[in-house]
Every structure is written in structure tokens, then in C-alpha cells.
């Protein structure tokens, strides 16, 4: 299983990317969890991310797709893998298919997750994200909070709002995606690998992922 997760920031891609991952073998791969981590291990492409990021901006394409050749290139990807939060741009999306085809895989599908704007700004921020960069749970105030407040139910790590999830920069995130990644939509849809649900139920999505894959 090769899958693309598209979805505003907040659609609830890594939620179902977790579902899928328990019924299916494949590499989870985040490019945002991945910049997160190289921005707390202070790596060269966590330096050059971080502004971007926390203006709710995209970090590169050349930067992007040099560390994801890298990451489908590994081991774990060559089974199967679930894209979450990549592409983000047309350009990123023409490297992904170079890439692949270079790796000689190809794509089963692409699930575009379609959520209302005022949703997901609920949604994001009630959002609390464990700050120990190796956990990166996430929980919501209001319809999952933590069994402590503040506190990681996980591994007891402090639970933050992140720098790039107040109210000023998830809607310059939304923007961004409207601009810079909903065109995704139509560039997979005329390739014919396309597949949209509505957001309101993961349980629905995974469903329906399930009866394409059979396919
Ligand atoms: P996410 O957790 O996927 O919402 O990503 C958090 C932030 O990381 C985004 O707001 C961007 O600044 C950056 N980012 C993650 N993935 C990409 C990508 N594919 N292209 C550009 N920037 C990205």
C-alpha cells in the first residue's frame, strides 16, 4: 500500500494514517514530524526550517524533496508507505513521481480528507502536542484530552501549544494550503488516482480505503 494523505492542516490525516498503520504494513511517513524532529536536534535542515514553520509558511520544495529522496529511498518505505502532510506543492508532487519512479514503486492512491474551514480551526486550536520530540502525541482539550492536565498520558512529557497552532498562524496555514496544495486535488484527480472522503468520520475513511485497496 502506497498512499497519499492530502487535507488542510487539521483534517485529521495522522489520525487516519494511525488507523491504517494498525491494518496494514507500512511506513508512516510526516514530513512535518520529521522537520519537527530535526528542529529540536538542531540539525542544518531543522535551522533552515524553523522560520518557515513557525510562520506557518512551507519550508522549501528543494529542501523537501532532497530529505524525502533520502527517507523513501530507507528500508521500511520499500514495503509500503503512508505520505502524510507530502506533497504540499505541485513541484513536490512532480519530485514525488521522479522519485518513485526511480524507486520503482507505484502510487495506489491518493485520499484527499475534505473538512469544513471552521471545523478544522476548532479543531487545531484545542489541539495539545507532547513536547518530547521522540512522542508527539497529540490530544484535544475538548474530545481527547489527557487523563492529567498538561501532562502526556504517554511518556509524561509537557503538553504545549505549538508555536505554528494560535489562532494568527492556523489561519495563515489554511491559506497556504488553499493556495499552495488543494491544486494537489485536480493535479491527482486528472491522473485518475484520486479518491475524496468527507472528514467527519476516520472510521468511514479507513473504510473506504479498505474497499479500494480490494480493488
Ligand atoms: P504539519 O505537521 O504537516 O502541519 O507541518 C508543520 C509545518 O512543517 C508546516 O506548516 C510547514 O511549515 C512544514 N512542512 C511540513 N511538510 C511540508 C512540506 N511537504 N512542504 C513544505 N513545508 C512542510
Redesign the pocket.
Known sequence: MYLILLGA?GAGKGTVAKMLLKQHPAAHI???DI?RGNVAAGTKLGLQAKK??DE????PDSL?LDMMKGRLAEADAQQGFILD?????IP?AEGLGKILVELGIELTGVISIDVPEQVILDRILSRRTCSNPKCQAIYNVKFMPPKVEGVCDKCGGKLIVRD?ETEEVVRH?LKVYEDNTAPLIQYYEAKGQLHRFPGESSDAIVDGVNAMLKK
Open positions: 492542516p510526516s514530513t512535518g522537520l518557515f514553520m506557518g509558511g512551507l519550508v523537501i502532510g507530502f506533497p504540499r506543492t513536490q505554528d496555514r
